[in-house]
């Protein structure tokens, strides 16, 4: 297959996304696909239960946050074209029953950010006017902004924005309504059925702060909130709050805000007596980042350990008031582990090394778990696990099924301080030697153990190069002592680990040591702009996206409020713009005019260093060989169709030129 033909298969590809359930089996799967004209994509839904997946939505506008309640109805929230033929401004929320068509339930100015069912109660996250205490206020007030040409927001708390998006004008709040007959009527005239049902929604009143994430139990008389605001020594404290729905509104504070800690809200028992939270050390100069699973009494609000022997961080959900299964990294891959609330550690319900895939998204189906499994050299596909034997079920899969470029193995070996690290390697076809080309993982709590349609190996292998894929120090899935080797020295010891592995990588007859590239994003970015300031001309060239440079100015613009007081003291040793005039090779800096949590500011002062500082050698008729894709549309990841498309093939072009000698041509669509 040749390089183009690998791009566009893996681009044009239909992608699961996530998958809902409930006890009475059915499963819905939410994926995507291009649109007629192949620029975009949509989100649709299809109902995965049976043999064969069934597509359940139509239109030419995506479905966005759904919900799956137990008698089978969807509500899901999605654009649909109004009286005058042309689309909403807004999301509405619809109700699709098991068999028919879909009935407009309300309209809200700002669409639904989140959607949750539980029995006949339907509970909806959405953004509010500051000033709406109900739906009219905020639609007229909505208005008044609106019709006065106003785009002004006035901020008292940080972050101000988030990933690849303004915050506020207005605040992010739950609303409460009620699915009465009257509104999951159905009718069978199509004008009726896109008449708003009339739900009224009932906004709750939440303590102050920003809400970051909520659960609700399953008889719908409570949730649990979590909400961020700034106390001394920490900007986003976070704290849990119950808040009642029954009777008069109460609010119970469950944990309080702390500098050096947060708790994560994972799941409420069927009981609704306890809830499962995970304890997150926060990463200080003084701490690593550690979390650790926990049960938080919900009358008492005392917290104990979960399963307090085991080394994972674990994504859990209740089987039953007793009994949790959860999903984790795993050396590499994944596992799906299960146990009694009481156990010092659980049992690996299925994974582990002795397979390859990756588990996510667990939820509870009769007396199976559905989840999405994916690896390295496999696309996600939705499953199911047996809770008693592990053994796993294909379900009907709406995605495309890819058939990976090049061949799957591993590369292990001892790092300086005597702990084993590894690497996936995917060599293209033929013996080789084959040029090579190592990609830094981000996070930098992460590990390449699951399938990406980002930095997909597949498009390299096509093009004839071996990817290295290292697991370095803080890297998860390895234990804890994993992320402590490299937490206080980011240029240190993940470094260290990376060249060991590229060094092993060399080593193998099938791989050419004199001709590799090293790349990475986010993190891996900056790896990748360490790597440049401190290896001389050991790679033929660099690709870094979204790259951190000047730690310390990126700690004062970015939308994560840890990172400056964390890199506090490691920025005058590990920042990598220190090292700017000892840069040797080409590099490609790629970034995104819309990343917020690194933001261009990054981009730009890299670009300007290497123009400036760096000792690269100039090309023939006496220009950079240096290059600068910038996306004024994009942020931290390109999602565009036709962007995607020219990040690859921008990167294998510099790649060619500079690792193959070949005079590679820019993408024409480039202008």
Known sequence: ?????????????????????NQSGRVIAQYSFLNSEGNSSLSHLADISGETPRRITRGDQSIGPAALSENGTIVFASKRKGEDGKDADSPS???????GEARKLADHEGGFSRIEVKGETIIVEFPVHTWAADENDHQEFSSERSDAKVSGILHTGFPVRRWDHDLGPGRQTLAVATLDEAATDFPEVSDELSTPAGLDFRYLSLPSGRLVDWAVDDEARFVLVQLEKPIPGQLEASEIWRVDLDGEPELHRLTKPAADHSFDIEAISPDGTKALVTRVQQW???????????VLDLETAEVKPVWPDADFWFAPIWVDDSTIVASADDHGRGSIF??????????????GVDQKYSFSGLALREDTVVATAS??????????VDLGTGVISELANPATVLDEEGTLTEVEVRADDGTPIRAWLVLPEGEGPHPLVVFAHGGPWGSWNAWTYRWNPGPFAAAGYAVLLPDPAISTGYGQAMIDRGQQQLGGTPFTDIMTLTEAAGERPDIDSERVALAGGSYGGYMANWVAGHTGSAFKCIVTHASLWNTTSMGRTTDNSS????MREQSAQYSPHLFAE???????????DKDYRVPIGQGQELWLDLLTQAKTPL???GDTQHRFLYFPDEGHWILGRGNAEVWYRTVLAFLDTHVLGIDANRVRTLG
């Not at 690593?288 to 699973?293: D, I, R, S, T």
């Not at 990172?563 to 964390?566: G, K, R, T």
């Not at 000892?582 to 995104?592: A, F, K, S, T």
């Open 93 to 99: 929320l619809w109700a699709l029953p098991d068999n």
């Open 1 to 21: 297959m040749t390089t183009h033909d690998a791009v566009t298969r893996l681009l044009d590809a239909r992608r699961l996304q996530s998958l809902l359930t």
């Open 338 to 351: 299960i146990g009694g609330l009481d156990d010092a550690q659980p049992r690996r319900l299925v994974g």
């Open 582 to 592: 000892d840069i040797e090779v080409p590099m490609l800096v790629i970034h995104g």
């Open 619 to 621: 090309d023939a008729d």
């Open 563 to 566: 990172w400056d007081s964390a």
């Open 284 to 294: 200080t100069p003084q701490a690593n980042l550690a979390a650790e699973l926990m």
């Open 375 to 384: 690896a390295i050299d496999v696309a996600p596909l939705p499953i199911s």
